[in-house]
Structures are given as C-alpha cells and as structure tokens.
C-alpha cells in the first residue's frame, strides 16, 4: 500500500506508515498486518518473542481508548486473543479490518513527534512528551517547517522531556533531532510525500537508542504554490490605499445618519488635501464636493476607492472601478461575496469587506472624529481585522501619545492579505514598526515566514487563538494544533511579539516608540517603595530583564540621597519625602545617575502620588508633583530610554494631574505607563522585538 493510491484525508494503514517512515530511515518497529486471527499467530511465531496487537478498524482512531491494543502476548496466545478482540469490536458495530502485529520493546520515557499541514500555518511539525495522555500532558513545542538540525534540537529543548533526554539520554537526544528532521526537513517525509499528518507516539526512548512503536498518518491532496509577499511589490499596489493623493466615496449622502456621508465627513474635517468625488445617486454635492452620479461619471486612475454601498451591488462596483483604472478599494460593507474572487485578474486592490476605515496623519485621513486622531505625524503602523479595536488605538493611541504612520481596518482580508499589508510596512519609509490584531489564520505561513524576515518589528494581539490551526483531529499533532502552543511558537520563531490584550498592545507600542534599537537586557529601576520595587524586580525577570549591580561610580554619585529607609541597590528605593528639600528636586540626579552606570540600558522611574497627596493638600501637592515629574524627565540620560510611571490612587484629582503630565512627558520623549508592572514588561517586549531583528535575542 502506498499513499498514492488513497485518497485525501484517508488514513493509512500502520503497516504501511511504518513501511514508510523506515524507508525514510526514521527508526521504527516493524509491523505486519494480518487480517485474520490465524494470520496474527503466524506473524507473532515469526516474531518469535512476545508482541503487541493493535486493531485496524475503520473509525477507530485512539486504539487503546476503544480497546484495542493487546500487550505483551506469546505467540500461542495471539489467536484466541484476536478472536475475543474481533468478536468484542463486532459487537460494538466497529468495521474490523485486522490487526498489527509487532514485537514488544522495553519500556522507557515516551516522546510524541508529529507533523501536519495546517490551513493556516502551512506545514509544522510537533515534539513532546508522548503516550496516551499526549494531549492532558500538554508537554509540546511546534516549529514551522522545514527545519535543520539546528532547528529541531533547539525545538525539543523547548520540553521538558527534551531537559530529561539531555541530561540523562544524550545520545538519545541527538537521534531524535535527527528523526525531526528525518520527518520534517528540507527532505523529509512530510515534504517528500502525500502525507497531510503523521504521528509517531510513542517514540520509545533506550538507553542507546529510539524507535517509533505506533504510527498513524493521513494521506494529502495536491496543494497549489504560495509565495511569500515581496515588499516593494506590496508597496507599489498599496501605496494609493494608505497614503492616497485622490479618493471617491461609493455610496455617498448628504443625509449625516448615513455611513456614506460619514465617509466624506472625515476627510473634509480632517483636512484631506487631495481630490475628494462623491458618488451618489440622490446629491448633486456633499460637504462642498461635486458629486457624481455614476462610477463612469469618475476620472480614471483614482487612487483610491471606499466603497458603503449595498453587498448586493459591491461586486458590479468593484468590477467598474477595476475598468476605470482605480487602484485601490477599501469596502466598508458586510455579508459580500468573497471580494477576492471579483477582482481576481485585475490590477484593482481591495482592503476589506466588513471594516471601518482608515487613519493617516499623512494623507490627513480618519475613521473616526477629528478631535480624536493626532494631526501628529509618526512611524508606528496599526493594521486590524477588527474596526472596534483599530479605532480604540486611534482614540487611546492619541491620548497616551502614541503617533502612527497609519491605522487601517481590514475586515475580512478577502484580497489583500495581512502578510501583504506586513510587506507593505516593511517597505514604507515611514513605518517603523507594524503592529496587527489578527483573527484569521489563513494566512499564519506566510505572515510569519515574512516577520522572520523583516527588518522591522512586529507586534501582535490574536483573537481566536484558542482555535489557531484548525487541522482535523485525525491525530495528536492535529488535536494539539489547535492549543494556543502552535501561534506561541510561531510567533516566537518569528521574532513577532505576542500581546495578550489592548492594554500590552498599546504600552508596547508607546514604549517602542520612545526605546528604538532597544537590545539591552540592563535594567535601572528607581522610586519610591519596596514592594513595588520587588515585583517589578520578578516581572523584569520574567520578560528578559536583569537589574544589574551598579557599578562604583554610580554608587558614589547616589550616596548624597542616602536617607533612613532607602535603599540605593538597584532597585533604588527612595521614599518620596526624600526626593525633595524645599523647592529642590533629587529625582533628575537620581536618573542621570542610573543612566550613566555602564551596565544599565533602559529606565523605570515611579513616582506614589498618594503618598505626596498625604505630605500636601490640594494645589501644595500637584505643584510637588509638577517639580517631581519635571526634573526627572528633563535628566541627561544620554540616549538610555525611560518610562515613568506615575502611581495615582484613583481620585479625580490625581487621575487628571497624571493625564496632563503624560503629555508633558511625552514632549520630551518619555513614555507614561500606568503601572510599574505593564511598564516594565512593555519594556521586556520591546527589547525582545528590537533584539530578534539585530540577532542578538
């Protein structure tokens, strides 16, 4: 039997993949079928010795869950035992096939290695703690493949039974490295052959040497070709749809309910310099605009279109624009047909179904009110398949200071892909670092192949992840390919930085944007109070970060600030009513301090508000705070970044003073975070994301 002769998503016969993954020179038991009893007891007396007997049947997947794995049998028990078996499964209403027939092994520490083709993250390939309980065990790691042998040993050090091999089965370590790449290199059987999953568990570890004692597979169907994105081409089509020169709006009102006056509404109060022409079927002119009443009616070559018109008529819409010449079109709309297949064949981009907008200080564009989006420009680019999250980081992003080169919603991703639109940032002279929020894993491959190579960062919040992959469970690998692991390891392989929430989104991109070329794992941290000190001490340890000794001349330049209850280690642990003397403030020396010190890279400054509204009242005390906050950011710290966190206990008062001095700050180049914990482990993101693309992670 070959796996040619099945068909996709039929699973092969043990005997076969066992064949088969020998012929690959993975070490393996070897199994004969036998499709009656008679035929087991000759090939156990063959075996000579005793053997395991396991069910082949139709819809039985997990032989041992339904019973069918039979131990440690002499070759004058195998007959009546396969009859008893055959006879039992009969009356469950199993389709009996036969059985296998195979010697039995010693037993030792069992690894699970398994490969797929996942629908999204395209082939992958698993290694872990193996036996019955693979999946309770949890014990896996995942790497896209192909991989060498570099790839696959630094994969099974990423389990804990790879910690076990090491240390007490070296030479068994380095063989099964050699069997990873044996089933999921360059090579190997899961690129060579038509197999969709292969599983090998358990992989029985000796002393000297493995072997695979179970197997099962799935045959594959032909699959076309898909090629990374190439960022100048990317650049050149997407160009017109985020930093646009003319734009028409599709579905146009005059009536301001409407999203089709919305559409307009923005660009005109955001200061859109380029052409604006209207379409619409009722206006002859909207918000000063000439409208038009047809798309023939349009100039050709615009370069870009939005479309808020009815789903029912996007496909004739897109396919008149694509006529004229349009570049570009962002369709607003829900519940179309799949976009992609429309404009299949023409040079018409499309960015959507089912989104918001767009935002760009650049071509002076917004998907939400003006007094919300910075006029400011920036270098961070936000790409989002949900319009509720991208104008979240317009609004918020412009409270905290974050500046964006461009915000897009992209809905559906029916044309343009998420790999694209990371193409695209990675060749846009203004972006410097692309974030995305992501629901779809249709595009995982490619999107993650790419952020390996960019060389910018990439940040990334993931909806869905609990149901990332997708495969079919026709195996451990495809059950486990649906746990959060495989997007985890991806990501990490990737060099892409995983954020759980909006919240790490925006302090990562915040911090980012003041800490550029961030590598450091040196960590200075500075304020008032041990407690907070000591677990920002465990969160740095926890996110890449060390606050290292300070060194003697550091320790010289503290010691004038030594006071009863500090501590001038690092953490320095100042309590507040020492960091002043009169209108004197010692916060800025305290940080020019650190920031000299050879050993320090990066800076967390807190400030207790509290504590200073307990020392002064009311107008005393925001003063106190004013003169705090000012010298410390105004320090010379020589290029090492800061962020200060000001700790408010929750009144109105102190909740405004921190939103005024977050500007301020921002002004000079000092990112505001709300706690010492998101500050600093938004600063362990960061270093993680720049360090990937300088390789020194």
Request: charged residues 20%; negative net charge.
């Amino acid at each position: 039997m070959t796996t040619t002769s099945l068909s996709a998503g039929e699973r092969l016969r043990e005997d076969a993949i066992r064949d088969l993954v020998i012929r690959y020179g993975i070490p393996a038991n070897p199994v004969v079928f036998a499709a009656s009893p008679a035929a087991a007891a000759d090939a156990a007396r063959q075996a000579g010795r005793r053997v395991a007997v396991k069910l082949v049947a139709d819809g039985v997947v997990h032989k041992s869950k339904a019973g069918g794995v039979l131990l440690g049998l002499a070759p004058e028990q195998v007959e009546p035992s396969v009859e008893k078996l055959f006879a039992d499964q009969q009356k469950r209403g199993v389709a009996v096939r036969g059985v296998t027939v195979e010697p039995m092994i010693e037993p030792g520490p069992e690894v699970v290695v398994g490969a797929l083709h996942d629908p999204g993250f395209g082939p992958i390939v698993m290694v872990g703690s193996g036996g019955v309980d693979v999946e309770i065990l949890g014990d896996v790691a995942f790497a896209m493949a192909p991989l060498d042998s570099r790839a696959a040993t630094e994969l099974i050090d990423r389990t804990r039974i790879g910690a076990v091999l090491r240390r007490r089965f070296p030479a068994a370590h380095t063989q099964l490295a050699d069997l990873l790449v044996r089933i999921a290199g360059v090579d190997g059987l899961l690129l060579s052959e038509p197999v969709d999953q292969v599983d090998l568990n358990p992989v029985v570890v000796g002393k000297d040497s493995i072997v695979a004692v179970d197997a099962r597979a799935v045959a594959r169907g032909e699959d076309a070709p898909v090629a990374t994105p190439d960022p100048a081409t990317a650049f050149e089509q997407l160009r017109p749809a985020i930093y646009p020169q003319s734009v028409t709006v599709l579905g146009a009102s005059a009536d301001p309910a409407k999203m089709g006056h919305r559409a307009v509404r923005t660009l005109v109060d955001q200061g859109f310099e380029g052409a604006i022409h209207p379409v619409s079927r009722s206006a002859t002119e909207i918000l000063g605009h000439q409208a038009v009443a047809t798309i023939d009616d349009l100039p050709d070559g615009l370069d870009r279109a939005v479309i808020a018109l009815p789903a029912k008529a996007v496909p004739d819409a897109l396919r008149e624009l694509a006529r004229k010449g349009t570049k570009t079109a962002h369709v607003y709309t829900a519940d179309t047909t799949d976009l992609g297949e429309v404009v299949a064949g023409t040079p018409l981009r499309v960015l959507g179904p089912n989104c918001i907008g767009h935002y760009t200080p650049y071509s002076r564009m917004t998907m939400i009110g003006r007094s919300a989006s910075s006029e400011e420009q920036g270098s961070i680019a936000f790409i989002s398949q949900s319009g509720t999250y991208a104008g979240d980081v317009v609004r918020r992003g412009n409270e905290l200071g974050v500046r964006f080169s461009f915000v897009s919603s992209v809905g559906n991703c029916d044309d343009v892909s998420p790999s694209e639109l990371l193409a695209f940032c990675e060749a846009d002279p203004r972006t410097s670092l692309a974030a995305f929020y992501l629901e779809d894993d249709s595009d995982a491959r490619q999107f993650f192949t790419l952020a390996a190579q960019v060389s910018i960062p990439v940040v990334l919040f993931k909806g869905g992840r609990s149901a990332a992959g997708g495969a079919a469970a026709a195996s451990h690998t495809g059950a486990l390919a649906s746990d959060p692991q495989l997007l985890r390891d991806a990501a990490a392989a990737a060099g892409a930085i995983l954020v759980e929430n909006l919240d790490e989104l925006l302090d990562t991109l915040l911090v980012a944007q003041y800490a550029p070329g961030l590598t450091g794992t040196g960590l200075g941290l500075v304020g008032s109070g041990g407690g907070v000190a000591v677990v920002g001490s465990d969160v740095a340890h926890e996110h890449g970060l060390v606050l290292p000794r300070l060194a003697p001349a550091t320790a010289q330049a503290l010691a004038p600030y030594d006071a009863p209850g500090s501590s001038l280690s690092n953490p320095v642990d100042i309590p507040v009513w020492s960091l002043f003397d009169g209108s004197r403030s010692f916060t800025g020396a305290l940080v020019r301090a650190l920031a000299a010190d050879p050993g320090i890279d990066c800076l967390c400054a807190y400030l207790d508000l509290g504590t200073v509204y307990d020392l002064k009242d009311g107008k005393e005390a925001a003063d106190l705070v004013d003169l705090l906050t000012e010298d410390l950011i105004d320090a010379d710290r020589n290029g090492v970044p800061l962020t200060l966190v000001l700790r408010s206990s929750g009144s109105a008062e102190q909740d405004e003073l921190v939103r005024r001095l977050r500007g301020v700050a921002a002004a000079r180049g000092v990112a505001v975070v709300d706690s010492v914990e998101r500050a600093i482990a938004a600063l362990g993101r960061t270093r993680a994301a720049y360090a990937f693309r300088d390789g020194t992670r």
